[in-house]
T-cell receptor, first 113, second 112 residues
Framework: NAGVTQTPKFQVLKTGQSMTLQCAQD?????MYWYRQDPGMGLRLIYY???????DKGEVPNGYNVSRLNKREFSLRLESAAPSQTSVYFC????????????FGPGTRLTVL | TQLLEQSPQFLSIQEGENLTVYCNSS?????LQWYRQEPGEGPVLLVT?????EVKKLKRLTFQFGDARKDSSLHITAAQPGDTGLYLC????????????FGQGTTLQVKP
């Protein structure tokens, strides 16, 4: 089992460009999450999907959109990238929404110039 | 907005020393988790505490959830270089959404 996989691992964008971060899990988990991690700020929840077919905003959703493509895949889209979106992005999944362990992917390091 | 304040943010100690990391909030959480993160990797769960006053031990690591479920601590006994990493506490405001609020993290360096 690969667990949670994310692509790409690194990306450099210019201001105004768009891109989609891909995430997939092979653990048959129902819930998936997107976080960003910035120095000194821990992880902040961007969007989450409690189950297939549902998505909800987290703490910092502005400038992002998500798609729960199927039970395995949850993508994060930046429509018009800004320097403030320079960060490390982590995808996570858990068996169910609730007090369950979240399994994290290896992260995508994004730089917006 | 619920916040979790972690302290200290940085800790550099010698092998064999003991240390405690604190995670505090003015809000009540239904549960609290501690994660450990290595450079270039995602966080990995160490423990989940659910009941106020709960104490869990994982080898040399002791985790405590405050009676009021607003704070938590992580104590490491006889730290080893392998304990080096970023420690993150994460609180769940609700028991049924999966949403987590993370603290800023504590970077621990254990020198041989």
């Amino acid at each position: 089992n690969a667990g949670v996989t994310q692509t790409p691992k690194f990306q450099v964008l210019k201001t105004g460009q768009s891109m989609t971060l891909q995430c997939a899990q092979d653990m048959n988990h129902n819930s998936m999450y997107w976080y960003r991690q910035d120095p000194g700020m821990g992880l902040r929840l961007i969007y989450y999907s409690a189950s297939e077919g549902t998505t909800d905003k987290g703490e910092v959703p502005n400038g992002y959109n998500v798609s729960r493509l199927n039970k395995r895949e949850f993508s994060l889209r930046l429509e018009s990238a800004a320097p403030s979106q320079t960060s490390v992005y982590f995808c996570a999944s858990s068996a169910l929404a609730g007090i369950y362990e979240q399994f994290f992917g290896p992260g995508t390091r994004l730089t917006v110039l | 907005t619920q916040l979790l304040e972690q302290s200290p943010q940085f800790l550099s100690i010698q092998e064999g020393e003991n240390l405690t990391v604190y995670c505090n909030s003015s809000s009540v959480f239904s549960s609290l988790q501690w994660y450990r993160q290595e450079p270039g990797e995602g966080p990995v769960l160490l423990v989940t505490v659910v009941t106020g006053g709960e104490v869990k031990k994982l080898k040399r690591l002791t985790f405590q959830f405050g009676d009021a479920r607003k704070d938590s601590s992580l104590h490491i006994t006889a730290a080893q270089p392998g304990d080096t990493g970023l420690y993150l506490c994460a609180g769940a405001p609700s028991s049924n959404t999966g949403k987590l609020i993370f603290g800023q993290g504590t970077t621990l360096q254990v020198k041989p």
